[in-house]
């Protein structure tokens, strides 16, 4: 199993640039979900999703936005890339949303510059 | 909004020792927490939950205790060894569809 797989692993880019993060799971899990961790900070949440074609706001969702047309698959898309962006970036996954824990993705590191 | 905060940010052990990693969470509606190990540049891993009807709950070579009087939550590793050394966070939910995470606590062994 390959678990929660995120593409790419590095990026930079260039102030108003836009990119999509990708996220796949192969567990078959209703819920996923797009944290961004900063230096000394801990998880902030940006969008999740229930599941497909459901979608909802975290804590930090400006600047973001994301789709979930597949179980498999949720992108994070980046429109207009702003240096407040640069961080790294966590998809995670559970099958239920409450009480169970998420398996998390080895991250994609993003730098705007 | 919820808080969840570390008391330590930073833990030295020497190898074969108990480590205590701690946690404060400020929701006393929570009432799911995980603890999470995090190695460099991988993402978080699951390591024990705990549920707010129970006050302690074991796994291997790990213990979690919770005590919702004061809206504390802590992590045990037993025998600590290179390996453990890592960042643990500690997340609260179960109040709704989101997690928040604590900035999280490093743990470096010393052999």
């Known amino acids: 199993n390959a678990g929660v797989t995120q593409t790419p692993k590095f990026r930079i880019l260039k102030i108003g640039q836009s990119m999509t993060l990708q996220c796949a799971q192969d567990?078959?899990?209703?819920?996923m979900y797009w944290y961004r961790q900063d230096p000394g900070m801990g998880l902030k949440l940006i969008y999740y999703?229930?599941?497909?074609?459901?979608?909802d706001k975290g804590e930090v969702p400006n600047g973001y936005n994301v789709s979930r047309s597949t179980t498999e698959d949720f992108p994070l898309r980046l429109e207009l890339a702003a240096p407040s962006q640069t961080s790294v970036y966590f998809c995670?996954?559970?099958?239920?949303?409450?009480?169970?824990?998420?398996?998390f993705g080895d991250g994609t590191r993003l730098s705007i510059l | 909004g919820e808080s969840v905060g570390l008391h330590l940010p930073t833990l030295s052990v020497q190898e074969g020792d108990n480590s205590i990693i701690n946690c404060a969470y400020s929701?006393?509606?929570?009432?799911?927490f995980i603890w999470y190990k995090q190695e460099s540049g991988k993402g978080p891993q699951f390591i024990i939950d705990i549920r707010s009807n129970m006050d302690k709950r074991q796994g291997q070579r790990v213990t979690v205790l919770l005590n919702k009087t004061v809206k504390h939550l802590s992590l045990q590793i037993a025998a600590t060894q290179p390996g453990d050394s890592a960042v643990y966070f500690c997340a609260e939910g179960g109040t709704g569809n989101q997690f928040y995470f604590g900035t999280g606590t490093s743990l470096t062994v010393i052999p």
């Open positions: 929701n006393s509606a929570s009432d799911y």
């Open positions: 999703s229930v599941g497909a074609g459901i979608t």
């Open positions: 567990m078959n899990h209703n819920y």
């Open positions: 995670a996954s559970s099958y239920s949303g409450q009480r169970q824990p998420q398996h």
